[in-house]
């Protein structure tokens, strides 16, 4: 069974730091571009950081560039979302999803992503 399970969110204050973790089963993370997203209450669910399965290239949204870092542990089977200087617009239920990427496709095209998580919230106030 294909499963991906999200961990690390919470309540942090603005300017924190949380890693979220993104833990597969059923299936090998090698082969796979992850990619992490977010939806806030009322808005689309937007691409924040991705990160290739052959070259580990790379995808930050604007708003996320120089605060977050996305990583990947194949031996663990586990990607990660390193976040600091957390903001309060920042604040959504984040979802990990993998994907075999079709050549020439971007990181963060949304509608390549097969494979989702549950999602964890993240909540970012004083």
């Known amino acids: 069974q294909v499963q991906l399970v999200e961990s690390g969110g919470g309540l942090v204050q603005p300017g924190g730091s949380l890693r979220l973790s993104c833990a597969a089963s059923g299936f090998t993370l090698d082969y796979y571009a992850i990619g992490w997203f977010r939806q806030a209450p009322g808005k689309e669910r937007e691409g924040v950081s991705c990160i290739s399965s052959s070259d580990g290239s790379t995808y930050y949204a604007d708003s996320v560039k120089g605060r977050f870092t996305i990583s990947r542990d194949n031996a663990k089977n586990t990607v990660y979302l390193q976040m600091n200087s957390l903001k309060p617009e920042d604040t959504a239920v984040y979802y990990c999803?993998?994907?075999?990427?079709?050549?020439?496709?971007?990181?963060?095209?949304?509608?390549?992503?097969?494979?989702w998580g549950q999602g964890t919230q993240v909540t970012v106030s004083s």
């Open positions: 999803a993998a994907t075999v990427l079709p050549r020439g496709a971007k990181l963060h095209a949304i509608d390549y992503y097969d494979y």
